[in-house]
T-cell receptor
Framework: AQTVTQSQPEMSVQEAETVTLSCTYD???????LFWYKQPPSRQMILVIRQEAYKQQNATENRFSVNFQKAAKSFSLKISDSQLGDAAMYFC??????????FGKGTRLSVIA | NAGVTQTPKFQVLKTGQSMTLQCAQD?????MYWYRQDPGMGLRLIYY???????DKGEVPNGYNVSRLNKREFSLRLESAAPSQTSVYFCASSELGASETQYFGPGTRLLVL
């Protein structure tokens, strides 16, 4: 069974600084998809970024980028120029083909003004 | 375009009572999902429906049943609620399958006494 591990239950970052959230996963599949979802205090789950494993190029979305290391089974999220609105729970998730998403337990990010 | 809607937003049940959580999406998505979120556990899949007319068990299906009423609607039923089912429940949908971006509803907070 696939597993997703987020080893940092909590992180904090100063406003305008950069922070990296870690995620590792375990799978024997070669073709799969990885996601980062954000859950602010409103509880609404929002997609931050999506990576297809067969693409070597790291996905980016504005201030959000990933470092995808397929051999190491690592998928970290970098948030640049952190803003107060980035404060949230961040969940890493994995799926293979059409098997459902498996989520990590999340990292709570605090942004300090 | 409301996206994914869930009713009710909050519910209190007594042990042994039954209830149905409703979910609807207006994005013409094929796949729909029910998750539960418990503190420190991330999101865990209860049931999913890859397409209209099909349903499959997820990681934690015991104590629940689902109905894919039509393409838009996917309901989750608790036949005999237990305190262990106290949780926040999220419905989500995606266009074709789990590898696509999932769009989440606002959640239903359920308390079973």
């Amino acid at each position: 069974a696939q597993t997703v591990t987020q080893s940092q239950p909590e992180m904090s970052v100063q406003e305008a600084e950069t922070v990296t959230l870690s995620c590792t996963y375990d799978t024997s599949e070669s073709d799969y998809y990885l996601f980062w979802y954000k859950q602010p205090p409103s509880r609404q789950m929002i997609l931050v970024i999506r990576q297809e494993a067969y693409k070597q190029q790291n996905a980016t979305e504005n201030r959000f980028s990933v470092n995808f290391q397929k051999a190491a089974k690592s998928f970290s999220l970098k948030i640049s120029d952190s803003q107060l609105g980035d404060a949230a729970m961040y969940f890493c998730a994995f799926c293979s083909g059409n098997t459902p998403l498996v989520f990590g337990k999340g990292t709570r990010l605090s942004v300090i003004a | 375009n409301a996206g994914v809607t869930q009713t009710p937003k909050f519910q209190v049940l007594k042990t042994g009572q039954s209830m149905t959580l409703q979910c609807a999406q207006d994005m013409n998505h094929n796949s729909m999902y029910w998750y539960r979120q418990d503190p420190g556990m991330g999101l865990r899949l209860i049931y999913y429906s890859a397409s209209e007319g099909t349903t499959d068990k997820g990681e934690v299906p015991n104590g629940y049943n689902v109905s894919r009423l039509n393409k838009r609607e996917f309901s989750l039923r608790l036949e005999s609620a237990a305190p262990s089912q106290t949780s926040v429940y999220f419905c989500a949908s995606s266009e074709l399958g789990a590898s696509e971006t999932q769009y989440f509803g606002p959640g239903t907070r359920l308390l079973v006494l």
